[in-house]
């Protein structure tokens, strides 16, 4: 190791900050854009529509921008991720003075899709690489820091916006934006290392994607889980002003509501590293998806929002267990040279996909139903992804190795 590269713990503390200032930013734009864009006059079904654009934005963008860092490995990724935060900035600042214009929401939105929300997977993939440097990350206790963030900024930007107006959620994301490009900069980027250029005979179109799931087959079984997961995730998630109102509750109630699932989500994180050493992966991933579905099952029966605020406990053993898990799974499941992609697949989808099936159904859903119908959807869409995660990882087992934490990590490495 170079004696230019900063300590352990500097690295660890600088992820940390990426991860806490991404998730921030993350709050921003998702936890109140429904009632802003509502407030512009949007409809549910305009709303979802709008949503599912941003997704599918980033579907497409993730795997493009992931080849290009691929082909272009001397442009350190966290460059890329600047870019794509500046762009999001951007597109924010326009939002500001759009009102209810359907056409020009929906080309912002699909910016945002392929810029904030695309820059996740390469977030995750700079922490791979500095792990298969030889650098420890512990990045299951980085992501709870996320997490925590995360459920800071829903209390105090729902007390906030109760005060001076949904639409201060615009300011608030610029400035942490413009936080997070700052830290993300001075971020540790390892030594590039090149690829053999017959390599990139295999990469490009459609072709290739059909190539790389044929090749990993475990993988695209997750990732065909993650979709579903995602749905009920979306459900649960993207409508919860919906299921608050149906409860009596306020905007800071919504708030509440995500702070509670960002904070419980935190321990289960920070020890994700040690669980891998201690449970086999793929167990834990099963054990993840089936909490899943019973989170959107006792959602369904929530007829409080004190038992709303309970249920959230659930976010431990489903989201918060699953988040860490699939990025060491995507880190582990593939091929060195296709480490990169496999993190932006993993996204596409889930935070891709399987949120746009999530937001465009629960958009309809709620235009010509109503809330349980909602939940009870959440409850199916988990249900099956549990079946399927169940299905795919349930006899298969090959150990693999990363350095998170200086753990031995049993994630498979398929070839």
């Known amino acids: 190791m170079s004696q230019l590269t900063p300590s352990t713990r500097k690295i660890n503390l600088q992820f940390a900050a ?3 200032t991404y998730w921030i930013c993350f709050f921003c734009l998702s936890g109140f854009m429904v009632v802003l864009l509502r407030q512009k006059g949007f409809s549910a079904s305009e709303i979802g529509v709008l949503l599912s654009v941003q997704a599918i934005s980033s579907i497409f963008a993730q795997p493009i921008i992931s080849s290009f860092a691929e082909k272009h490995r001397r442009i350190p990724l966290k460059y890329i991720v600047d870019a794509q935060i500046v762009v999001a900035i951007v597109m924010i600042f326009i939002l500001r003075f759009v009102g209810h214009q359907m056409i020009i929401a929906t080309l912002i939105f699909m910016v945002l899709g392929a810029s904030i929300y695309s820059s996740l997977s390469l977030i995750n993939a700079i922490a791979m690489q500095i792990a298969n440097s030889g650098i ?3 990045y299951g206790t980085a992501r709870g820091v996320g997490s925590l963030m995360f459920a800071v900024t829903g209390v105090i930007l729902g007390r906030v916006v109760e005060r001076y107006g949904v639409e201060i959620i615009i300011p608030a994301f610029i400035i942490c934006a413009t936080l997070s490009m700052l830290i993300v900069t001075t971020m540790y980027a390892p030594t ?20 790389f799931f044929s090749r990993y087959r475990t993988f695209a079984g997750f990732c065909l889980a993650s979709i579903l997961l995602f749905a009920n995730h979306a459900f649960l998630n993207t409508y919860i002003p919906d299921i608050v109102d149906r409860l009596g509750g306020s905007k800071s109630d919504q708030g509440l509501v995500r702070s509670i699932a960002a904070f419980v989500e935190l321990p289960i994180m920070a020890v994700s590293a040690l669980l891998v050493t201690r449970i086999k992966a793929k167990n834990l991933l099963i ?25 959230q406990l659930l976010q431990i053993p489903a989201y918060g267990l699953y988040f860490p898990l699939s990025v060491m799974f995507a880190d582990r499941a593939v091929a060195d040279r296709d480490r990169v992609r496999a993190q932006a697949y993993v996204n596409v989808a889930g935070m891709g996909i399987g949120m746009v099936v999530g937001n465009f159904v629960g958009g309809i859903i709620l235009d010509y139903f109503d809330v349980p119908v909602l939940l009870f959807s959440s409850f199916i869409a988990g249900i099956l992804g549990f079946a399927v995660m169940l299905a795919v990882l349930y006899r298969y087992q090959q150990p693999g190795e990363t350095k998170l934490s200086g753990n031995s990590s049993p994630i498979v490495n398929e070839t």
Do not use: C, W, Y
């Open 192 to 211: 590039a290392i090149q690829e053999d250029p017959h390599e990139h005979a295999l990469k490009g179109g459609f072709r290739e994607l059909i190539s």
């Open 18 to 20: 990426v991860q806490g």
């Open 136 to 138: 420890p990350i512990n």
């Open 287 to 311: 054990i993840s998806a089936l909490f899943f579905a019973i989170k959107g099952l006792m959602t369904f029966f929530s007829g409080s929002l004190t038992m709303l605020f309970a249920v």
